[in-house]
């Protein structure tokens, strides 16, 4: 195998400024919210269109969900409140608040994989009936995991009332129209479908192994244009985990074809897997996160177990380059973030 192969593919000239990704990602909530919520108006005649109905649900809610992971990296709008708000929206299909899930997800990036501090270590199981029954509550288990750790406050908890509020009051109102039995048989299927859609192949074999070694073991690709489109990037995982500062269509430049090793593979997913080194008492480093400068890298590597990478929570803060706005200045060109080491800290 040739040494460039293993090696991850390079940023391509093709540039995006940061208003287009928001009008593309913005663009397809809109969608997703109009199209999963509308069709509950709709009535399946028959078993045929029932199953079609639940599949396209299941598959718009799960999209929903990847816009607001990209709302939790800032790359909705150029403002927290922007993010907040389009994130909250995104989610709206699923009924699940913005706020537990902005809060954690940023502790999974600084704690990947390790039990006790990543929250979605959770979705480590010991068989397939408790890895469903995990996805399920995955999203509800996000409370009780910050309250525990007093990461709660007074404040999310009065953005989670709000965001709960509108959540009643938008599906009440499809309730008192569509009635009880159309909105049970509409929405519960889709959301026992969409959490074991995206916890199982875009969480759990993401991170098989659970590696807590180097950064690149951490996480891993799925190789391949169908699953990177098929889940707008979240198949790119390690990349994503590497350099969250990439929205989900910059991602796309670091799709790597599948190797084909056998024909009855030939339609499966694949992973590009990177085990941690077996070499006896090498010890595992924390994770490293890395960005760019143009084409100048800049790394920070944490190297006490439970350092924090403050840089990646203020990921949403982009610093003008050259006195340019950062908004209308195409990311390949470089965003600057200032990288910090603390132990503890509230992330959000």
């Given at each position: 195998?040739?040494?460039?192969?293993?090696?991850?593919?390079?940023?391509?000239?093709?540039?995006?400024?940061?208003?287009?990704?928001?009008?593309?990602?913005?663009?397809?909530?809109?969608?997703?919210?109009?199209?999963?919520?509308?069709?509950?108006?709709?009535?399946?005649?028959?078993?045929?269109?029932?199953?079609?109905?639940?599949?396209?649900?299941?598959?718009?809610?799960?999209?929903?969900?990847?816009?607001?992971?990209?709302?939790?990296?800032?790359?909705?709008?150029?403002?927290?409140?922007?993010?907040?708000?389009?994130?909250?929206?995104?989610?709206?299909?699923?009924?699940?608040?913005?706020?537990?899930?902005?809060?954690?997800?940023?502790?999974?990036?600084?704690?990947?994989?390790?039990?006790?501090?990543?929250?979605?270590?959770?979705?480590?199981?010991?068989?397939?009936?408790?890895?469903?029954?995990?996805?399920?509550?995955?999203?509800?288990?996000?409370?009780?995991?910050?309250?525990?750790?007093?990461?709660?406050?007074?404040?999310?908890?009065?953005?989670?009332?709000?965001?709960?509020?509108?959540?009643?009051?938008?599906?009440?109102?499809?309730?008192?129209?569509?009635?009880?039995?159309?909105?049970?048989?509409?929405?519960?299927?889709?959301?026992?479908?969409?959490?074991?859609?995206?916890?199982?192949?875009?969480?759990?074999?993401?991170?098989?192994?659970?590696?807590?070694?180097?950064?690149?073991?951490?996480?891993?690709?799925?190789?391949?244009?169908?699953?990177?489109?098929?889940?707008?990037?979240?198949?790119?995982?390690?990349?994503h985990h590497l350099q969250p500062k990439l929205s989900w269509i910059e991602l796309k430049e670091y799709v790597e074809d599948?190797?084909?090793?056998?024909?009855?593979?030939?339609?499966?997913?694949?992973?590009?897997?990177?085990?941690?080194?077996?070499?006896?008492?090498?010890?595992?480093?924390?994770?490293?996160?890395?960005?760019?400068?143009?084409?100048?890298?800049?790394?920070?590597?944490?190297?006490?177990?439970?350092?924090?990478?403050?840089?990646?929570?203020?990921?949403?803060?982009?610093?003008?380059?050259n006195g340019e706005d950062p908004v209308a200045t195409p990311t390949c060109r470089g965003s600057v973030f200032v990288f910090?080491?603390?132990?503890?800290?509230?992330?959000?």
């Amino acid at each position: 195998m040739n040494l460039d192969d293993s090696q991850p593919r390079k940023h391509s000239r093709t540039c995006w400024t940061r208003r287009r990704i928001f009008f593309l990602s913005r663009s397809i909530i809109c969608a997703v919210v109009a199209v999963s919520i509308g069709t509950l108006f709709l009535r399946p005649g028959n078993f045929l269109e029932y199953i079609i109905d639940t599949l396209l649900r299941t598959y718009l809610m799960f999209i929903g969900t990847v816009m607001a992971h990209e709302g939790v990296h800032g790359h909705l709008g150029r403002s927290r409140t922007a993010n907040f708000r389009w994130g909250r929206l995104a989610l709206l299909p699923t009924m699940v608040p913005f706020t537990n899930f902005r809060k954690t997800h940023h502790m999974h990036h600084a704690y990947t994989n390790i039990p006790g501090q990543d929250p979605d270590h959770f979705m480590k199981s010991r068989s397939l009936i408790e890895l469903v029954l995990r996805a399920l509550a995955m999203p509800h288990q996000w409370f009780f995991w910050l309250w525990q750790r007093g990461r709660i406050k007074k404040a999310d908890l009065i953005e989670l009332a709000l965001n709960y509020f509108v959540i009643f009051a938008v599906y009440g109102a499809i309730l008192a129209s569509v009635g009880p039995f159309r909105l049970f048989w509409g929405m519960t299927p889709a959301l026992i479908l969409v959490s074991v859609l995206l916890w199982y192949p875009f969480a759990v074999q993401t991170h098989e192994g659970f590696s807590t070694g180097a950064a690149e073991s951490r996480s891993h690709n799925y190789y391949g244009r169908f699953m990177y489109w098929f889940s707008l990037g979240l198949a790119i995982h390690r990349e994503h985990h590497l350099q969250p500062k990439l929205s989900w269509i910059e991602l796309k430049e670091y799709v790597e074809d599948r190797p084909v090793v056998s024909r009855k593979l030939l339609l499966m997913p694949r992973r590009d897997i990177r085990l941690e080194s077996p070499t006896p008492g090498i010890v595992a480093k924390p994770p490293s996160y890395s960005t760019h400068v143009g084409s100048r890298p800049i790394s920070n590597t944490n190297t006490e177990p439970g350092a924090v990478a403050t840089g990646f929570f203020e990921a949403l803060r982009r610093t003008p380059i050259n006195g340019e706005d950062p908004v209308a200045t195409p990311t390949c060109r470089g965003s600057v973030f200032v990288f910090a080491k603390i132990n503890g800290g509230d992330p959000a």
